[in-house]
């Protein structure tokens, strides 16, 4: 494998797509920090003994801190995690001079701490992690291998499992790709170009066979309903 | 006033199937609803700690009360889902409605009359496509399919036919045979045309009578025409300037005729008849006559004839009588068969072609025969009781050992192309009704004029006029009269029904016609027989029925409107009609002449029947076609965009997110998907205008209902369902990898504005596949909608807004065109998704073509007509000075242009009156009347 190889998390069964998930975030406070006060969206983590939560909100909460380090023939291998997440959610999403502030504080614990001395858009992590995947079963970036990988290497991964998924069920995967200019491996979209491609071919083909053997000559009138009644009748 | 019905407001059929489609999709929407409430009562856990469904969780998501949560979580899915119901469907269509009627039918200058400068006048725009499903026109007769204007056009004289012109329906004959369209023989120089004479024959004017075989009985014949009568001449005695008013137009007719022949009446006194006769004696000589009239023997209805007695300046003595062809018959002399088997063949053969005919005879009497029978006719002519019987059997009496003359044929001149109208709206299918309050013998004969009964046809007849009703009635006693008449009318309608089912099941019986008067429709409208009227009427191609009333008209209307549930269609002109137009489906008024009660009362008006052909064939059909497409167009974009939300339900824990931005969802039918079905719904047509007309039975489809019933619905359905399956499963399921050479994710929104882009194409798109003429109206609205939702998410996602809501789709666009996927998938997806439908459409053509495409395959090389003028059909055809009327015409209509609406049409009172048993004379104003408004009708001669 050629570098970058980018490292995913798969989390299963994890609805990061529910309707009280999704809107429990406040855009503005995490472009405006504490300077913006009305974090009622950020339910039921809005704010920890009446001080509020930067970031508030359950998404950030329930942030994911399950650690990867990769091990390559006794070498520690270096993973980037600069540049995960999309360039127009550090540049204006999250705010460059936001701190993390009262975070995790509170007496349940959902997940990843944040270091509060490093500004918002500089904390990557929660910004992959806070951009809401789409379907219960879903990918989010790790970080990067900066290195080639060859056949046969073996590579021993230690996990810390900090990251609860066992209550409701899901499951954690760890996923390994690389990606060309047209974007990470896409199975099912070439599948579906080449199926659909085919198809296209085999319905011409018919239709083509169709038009030689049996062919509706243009504009035959014994085909208007008023003709074929006369034949019929 | 006892005929006035509630005005009722009329919604087409199709919008009320609409109605019950939409009823279907609230159907469909609960249940949707139910599934997703169900579902995320199931599904809401504490398990999944990530929520943070505390103890003191909102009652929403509250897992200890499951009921609950599923309650809320259905209010929250029915605003959800709300999207599936297409609010701004009836918005469009009313505009596309208003537009079609005021645009398109208003302004269709086929349908333009230029002699009284009327257009067409759509007065609701509710009914355009239920003109488009009409399967039965119930007509009046006088002003609709006739001018009520009574022309001499032919007589047959001692066994020789004279006269050359041609009714409409000999034209269609000879049209039919020939294969090919005559053009119209020229008018030889001796024509002589005015109002009431139609006749075309140098052998009998200006004298040239006497050069024939037998001059005598030209004589006798004009003769004849000018004594026997009942006309009194007005105005200046000379023969341009006088006018004649007599009780009936054919009378006059008749006298004018005899004018024209040479034999002028002028002066009546009470009498003596004067009478101008020119080249009698010799060519060129004119002298005037007195002739003494001694006895008058009216015509009524029982006798059908009319004789005079009169006394010639020589001393001569001879009864004149015309009359109906059965009764003279059966009273002239014996010998000179030959004669009577001429005349009788001329007679079927005036009849044949819809004339009306009359027998003239005469008889030479001695005056002793004369003395011995006026005696008798005195006092019978005096007495008090019993008078009208009295003189019909004195008139009996000297009215037999006649010589027959001849027989005139009248033409009851039909509005100008009614017979062809009539013959290409019963090719599309419809079935045409005559509801006229005339003589049964006039109805018919009509009926034969145009074209709707003809001798191969089985006729069914239910007359009150029978001997055995008319003894009845003599008696006087009212009950037995009812009961007699009922016990016939049912007699009768079973017999005839058992007979009709007979035919109908023959393979190549003849067509059937039913021809009923009013006085047993009363009894037939009886809810006892009312199901034997309908079966029998149903199986009759067309049916005429005679001396009803209005309130009748309006009766037989919803009789088939609401027994055979088919839609149905009135067309009228008078005050009479107005109940019938009111209580069909679609009411359509004559305007122009007999005043406006009609048209106030009609959905529709137009100046001639026969722009019915226009208005039903090509608007009615294209409305029909048009709303047809944008109401199941509707149903389908609406359906597929909901159902991508909601198998996204399904994934989000049945939580109630939504897939798209909320403006999305809002401006989805308001802008990205809102003008190109409009233009569909403007501009759509099958066929040209021309040929509509040339294949009417293309408009048996919207009789058929075959563009909005349940089974294209339900193919509608099927597609959005597979479409919509396509867009989400497509989209969510490649998004589940690195998207970029950088190896970044998407988030939801940047999945969801993926799958709304991928919808918005495809709903656009298509619309081009449905629509069979693509204008430049077309590529403008489909291009401008996709390109207002990329104007609209360039500039919605380029923006934050100040005030506090989440940023979903911030950036997503740019992030999304960023990646190649994004390119990639938006040209597989919409392939995919519409390959079925392109499918579809292949074999459908392929295997079970519509019959407008295989006339759209006939005609195919013909020149490509889609540009918007030929759309409109306005050819510039008018002269500067047509133009200018009828752009005058266009101007906002004059309130005061109101003529004289509060008379009854002629015959009417009467008519009543007599069947209460009362005499009522036929009123002056009615004949005064009649004569104005023929007066009044512009006169075709000045253009010719």
């Known amino acids: 494998m050629k570098a970058p190889i980018y490292i995913y998390y798969q989390l299963d069964n994890y609805y990061q797509n529910h309707r009280r998930y999704v809107k429990s975030r406040s855009d503005k406070q995490l472009l405006h920090g504490l300077n913006y006060r009305d974090t009622s969206s950020c339910k039921p983590e809005e704010s920890n003994n009446g001080l509020p939560i930067v970031p508030c909100g359950l998404i950030a909460w329930s942030l994911f801190n399950d650690t990867f380090n990769f091990v390559h023939a006794t070498k520690q291998l270096e993973v980037s995690r600069k540049n995960i997440a999309w360039k127009s959610d550090r540049d204006h999403k999250f705010g460059k001079n936001v701190y993390p502030f009262n975070f995790q504080n509170g007496t349940l614990i959902g997940g990843g701490s944040l270091n509060p001395s490093i500004p918002l858009s500089d904390q990557e992590d929660l910004i992959v992690w806070m951009r809401t995947a789409a379907l219960p079963s879903f990918r989010k970036l790790y970080g990067r291998i900066e290195q080639d990988l060859e056949e046969d290497d073996l590579v021993e991964v230690k996990i810390s499992n900090n990251y609860n998924t066992f209550s409701f069920g899901g499951k954690k995967k760890l996923v390994l790709s690389t990606s060309g200019w047209l974007g990470g491996k896409n199975d099912f979209l070439g599948m579906a170009c080449i199926a659909v491609g085919s198809s296209s071919l085999f319905i011409s083909l018919i239709f083509v066979m169709l038009h030689v053997k049996n062919p509706r000559p243009y504009g035959d009138t014994s085909y208007l309903t008023w003709n074929r009644k006369g034949i019929s009748s | 006033m006892m005929n006035a019905m509630n005005v009722p407001s009329k919604r087409s059929t199709l919008e009320r199937k609409l109605d019950k489609l939409i009823l279907t999709l609230f159907g469909a929407l609960f249940l949707m609803c139910l599934i997703g409430a169900i579902g995320s009562g199931i599904f809401i856990s504490r398990k999944y700690y990530y929520l943070g469904l505390t103890e003191s969780v909102e009652n929403q998501f509250n897992p200890s009360n499951r009921f609950v949560v599923a309650t809320l979580t259905m209010f929250t899915l029915i605003t959800l889902y709300s999207t599936i119901i297409p609010i701004s469907l009836y918005v469009s269509i009313e505009m596309i409605k208003f537009i079609q009627s005021t645009q398109f039918i208003n302004k269709d200058l086929h349908m333009y009359h230029i002699e009284t400068n009327t257009p067409a006048l759509a007065r609701t725009s509710n009914l355009n496509e239920e003109l488009g499903q009409v399967e039965y026109i119930f007509s009046d007769k006088t002003g609709t399919l006739t001018r009520n204007l009574m022309e001499f056009f032919k007589c047959s004289i001692g066994g020789e036919v004279y006269g050359t012109g041609m009714t409409e329906i000999e034209w269609g004959v000879a049209a039919q045979r020939n294969g090919i369209k005559i053009e119209e023989a020229q008018k030889s120089a001796t024509v002589v045309h005015e109002k009431g004479f139609n006749f075309d024959d140098a052998r009998l004017m200006r004298g040239a009578w006497r050069n024939e075989p037998n001059p005598d009985t030209c004589k006798e014949f004009f003769r004849c025409l000018a004594i026997c009568h009942t006309v009194l001449p007005e105005g200046d005695e000379s023969p341009e300037k006088i006018t004649y008013q007599a009780a009936s137009p054919d009378e006059a007719a008749l006298v004018t005729a005899a004018k024209n022949f040479g034999f002028f009446f002028y002066r009546r006194t009470p009498t003596t008849v004067y ?274 009333s209005p309130l009748q008209k309006a009766q037989v209307t919803s009789l088939v409107k609401k027994g055979a549930r088919k839609i149905t269609l009135s067309i009228g002109d008078g005050a009479n009609d107005v109940s019938m137009i009111q209580a069909a489906h679609v009411g359509i008024g004559i305007s122009g002449l007999e005043g406006m009660q009609a048209v106030m009362a009609s959905d529709f008006a137009i100046a001639q029947f026969r722009f019915l052909a226009d208005l039903l064939l090509v608007h009615g059909r294209w409305s029909y076609l048009r709303i047809s497409k944008v109401v199941t167009y509707f149903f389908y974009k609406n359906l597929t965009f909901t159902l991508t939300q909601f198998w996204f339900t399904f994934q989000t824990g049945f939580s109630g997110q939504r897939f798209y931005d909320d403006w999305f969802q809002s401006l989805y039918n308001v802008i990205f998907t809102a003008l190109p079905v409009i233009m569909v719904g403007l501009f759509d047509k099958d066929v040209s205008a021309s040929l509509s007309k040339r294949y009417p039975q293309l408009y048996k489809e919207g009789i058929r209902n075959s563009f909005f019933k349940w089974r294209v619905v339900g193919i509608w359905a099927f597609f959005s369902l597979y479409q919509s399956l396509i867009f989400y499963h497509f989209v969510t399921t490649s998004s589940s990898n690195g998207q970029n050479f950088s190896g970044k994710m998407f988030g939801l929104w940047d999945v969801s504005t993926m799958a709304f882009t991928c919808v918005v194409v495809t709903v656009n798109l298509r619309l081009l596949m449905i629509c069979n003429s693509i204008t430049r109206w077309h590529h403008i609205s489909v291009a401008g909608s996709i390109l207002a939702w990329f104007v609209f998410i360039f500039i919605y996602s380029g923006v934050m807004t100040p005030y506090d809501r989440q940023e979903n789709v911030y950036y997503v666009i740019y992030v999304l065109m960023s990646t190649f996927y994004f390119y990639l998938t938006l040209l597989l997806v919409p392939v995919v998704a519409l390959l079925g439908d392109f499918l579809y459409q292949g074999i459908q053509r392929w295997f079970f073509p519509y019959d407008y495409q295989i006339v759209q395959e006939i005609h195919r090389h013909e020149p490509d007509d889609t540009r918007r003028a030929q759309l409109l059909e306005i050819s510039n055809q008018l002269t500067p000075d047509e133009a200018r009327s009828f752009a005058i015409s266009q101007l906002p209509r004059e309130t005061s242009k109101h003529t004289g609406f509060a008379f009854e049409s002629p015959g009417y009172e009467s008519f009543f009156a007599s069947q209460q048993g009362v005499y009522a004379p036929q009123k002056a104003w009615d004949v005064a009347r009649r004569a104005s408004m023929m007066r009044s009708k512009p006169k075709k001669s000045q253009k010719n």
């Not at chain 2, 009212?478 to 007979?502: F, G, H, P, W, Y």
């Open chain 2, 275 to 548: 009478v101008r006769e020119s080249h009698v004696e010799k060519m060129g000589n004119i002298q005037d006559m007195p002739y003494e009239i001694l006895n008058v023997l009216e015509f009524n209805s029982t006798r059908k004839r009319q004789s005079v007695v009169c006394r010639y300046p020589n001393g001569r003595l001879v009864l004149y009588c015309k009359g109906a062809d059965t009764v003279i018959y059966e009273r002239l002399a014996h010998g000179n068969d030959a004669l009577k088997k001429v005349t009788r063949e001329h007679l079927e053969q005036f009849g044949s072609a819809g004339l009306r005919t009359l027998c003239l005879a005469y008889r030479d009497l001695t005056p002793d025969m004369y003395e011995n029978w006026n005696e008798k006719f005195i006092p019978a002519k005096s007495s008090l009781r019993d008078r009208e019987k009295k003189l019909d059997e004195v008139g009996e009496l000297i009215e037999k050992d006649l010589i027959l003359i001849g027989c005139t044929a009248i033409e009851d001149k039909l509005q100008e192309g009614v017979p062809s109208c009539i013959e290409i709206l019963s090719r599309a299918g419809i079935k045409i009704w005559v509801l006229t309050g005339d003589k049964m013998e006039t109805a018919i004969n009509i009926a034969y004029a145009c074209n709707l009964i003809n001798n191969e046809m089985k006729q069914f007849i239910i007359s009150s006029e029978t001997d055995e009703i008319r003894e009845a009635e003599n008696r006087g006693d009212q009950v037995e009269i009812a009961r007699l008449i009922r016990d016939t009318v049912k007699k009768e309608l079973k017999k005839c029904l058992e007979e009709s089912q007979n035919f109908l099941h023959r393979v190549a019986g003849p067509k059937l016609s039913l021809v009923i008067d009013g006085k047993c429709l009363m009894y037939a409208l009886d809810p006892n027989l009312r199901v034997m009227l309908l079966n029998l009427s149903l199986n009759c191609s067309s049916v005429v029925c005679c001396r009803v």
